[in-house]
């Protein structure tokens, strides 16, 4: 038989859980239930919150709130409740979130002085600086995992410091480069996401334990001792600000999707090399798939998949701006969501990262075929170049190279198979020495400006890749 109130309502079952419910006559129906229990995905906090409660415990004792013997039962307790949960420990029925299970275990194990440890603090703070410690966690793993496929690009560049390849605007060919710079120009923009991972590090750096619901503690705990023992960079100044801000996790989203894009275009640039049209590249065996059809078939899945997921880091982001913009000060129970876009945004990125860093690692260039891509035609700028290096102004340089390359595409002929005649006609300036600019070597020989395509240029830019990575 269901108990019940004097009103005749149901009451919580005796064997329930919960942080709160004093003031309520009647049993929550099962339909809130499921859709306000979030512990299916805060579950994985559960390192953080112990930790953070041992700090909260700590504090508590320094305050005079609770005895040592308190402190000590209630410490001890949580590292029973730590290896329960390593050991595979599970929420039952009354666990709305993870907080909740540890408190439950937290009795269980440390008795009464259990009932003592969320004086003065609220869940508002708690999952908080949950969360934060979590993301600071992640950071760490996903610049690893950056470094990693960095590691792998770095590597390809230097076998490649002698190969010459053509570079793209408009995806059409348009001057011969290094394929070590083609390779490096990857490497930088996930060097940036290096740093804004670092900021978005820093911005969760910010302790909001012991600013209670929305007011702050009542009690006098030391929140600067709280900070040390979690390492965290500051003290959040606002209590109601504390409890609301998710800055920090639209920061890493932001990094996340800024870095999808990154893979994505990784991942398209060799997807492109590697079709049967380009040939620049070969794919491994071990991370690609074949065809349940066609038994020719060589699949370069992983880099799709990254493709793909650019779209999902995305969405991650804009739907938890579209939950912030809209909410009042404070917390509020929309933000319960912004662990799944968390959580599930650095899953995937952990996913893709490997896959490309692995299917880029295995590749096999094909030097020749680059190298029989590179045409004269791509040394247009070169042979205007010739022209203002004899004091001919760019613009008629321009002018002039443009009408031999529309001889050339009018015969049909490469620029380079033109005769002298064409090149006199086109300018006089032009001498004997012309075709010599129609060098693809001679192209990269004049880029040695900082950040270029010459050879000495490349190991310089090298060099300091390998700078940043030992950082």
């Not at 979030?38 to 700090?55: C, E, M, Q, T, Y």
């Not at 909410?327 to 990125?349: T, W």
């Not at 010599?436 to 990269?444: G, M, Q, T, V």
Request: with cysteine; proline share 4%; glycine share 8%.
């Amino acid at each position: 038989m269901t108990d019940t109130t004097d009103t005749g309502t149901p009451a919580q079952p005796a064997s329930s859980h919960r942080l709160w419910g004093g003031r309520f006559g009647a049993q929550t129906a099962a339909a809130l239930d499921a859709v306000n229990r979030s512990i299916g995905v805060d579950f994985r906090l559960w390192p953080h919150d112990i930790r953070l409660s041992k700090a909260w415990a700590a504090a508590l004792g320094r305050a005079g709130v609770l005895t040592d013997a308190e402190v000590s039962a209630i410490v001890q307790g949580l590292d029973v409740v730590s290896a329960q949960i390593a050991a595979g420990a599970q929420p039952d029925a009354s666990d709305e979130d993870i907080h909740t299970m540890v408190d439950r275990l937290l009795h269980a194990a440390a008795g009464a002085p259990a009932a003592k440890l969320h004086t003065g603090r609220s869940r508002n703070d708690q999952v908080a600086t949950g969360t934060r410690l979590w993301a600071m966690e992640a950071c760490r793993t996903l610049d690893q995992a950056i470094r990693d496929l960095q590691q792998v690009l770095l590597e390809q560049a230097e076998l490649l410091q002698d190969a010459i390849m053509p570079a793209y605007t408009h995806l059409q060919r348009a001057q011969p480069v290094l394929a070590a710079h083609w390779v490096m120009a990857h490497f930088w923009p996930l060097q940036r996401d290096r740093e804004r991972l670092a900021q978005a590090a820093q911005s969760a750096s910010i302790l909001p334990l012991g600013s209670g619901a929305i007011a702050g503690s009542a009690f006098p705990v030391d929140r600067e001792f709280i900070r040390e023992q979690l390492g965290f960079r500051v003290v959040s100044p606002n209590s109601i600000d504390a409890v609301a801000d998710r800055d920090f996790i639209a920061e890493l989203l932001f990094v996340l999707a800024l870095l999808g894009v990154h893979a994505s275009r990784i991942a398209e640039d060799f997807i492109l090399l590697g079709t049967s049209e380009f040939g620049f590249v070969k794919f491994g065996d071990t991370f690609t798939t074949g065809s349940s059809m066609m038994p020719q078939k060589r699949n370069p899945d992983a880099l799709e998949i990254a493709r793909g997921s650019g779209a999902r880091f995305l969405g991650d982001l804009v739907a938890l701006l579209g939950t912030l913009k809209g909410l009042p000060s404070g917390y509020n129970k929309d933000l319960q969501d912004d662990k799944r876009a968390l959580f599930g945004a650095v899953d995937a990125m952990l996913l893709v990262l490997p896959g490309v860093a692995g299917t880029v690692a295995e590749l096999s260039w094909q030097r020749e075929r680059m190298r029989a891509a590179v045409s004269s035609v791509m040394m247009a700028t070169d042979l205007a170049d010739y022209l203002v290096d004899r004091k001919v102004p760019f613009r008629d340089a321009h002018k002039a190279v443009g009408a031999i390359v529309r001889e050339a595409e009018v015969s049909g002929i490469e620029v380079h198979t033109l005769p002298l005649s064409v090149y006199a006609a086109a300018h006089p300036v032009f001498g004997d020495d012309v075709k010599e600019a129609l060098s693809p070597e001679a192209s990269l020989a004049r880029r040695e400006v900082e950040g270029g395509t010459g050879t000495g240029a490349v190991a310089r830019q090298i060099a300091k890749a390998r700078s940043a990575l030992a950082r």
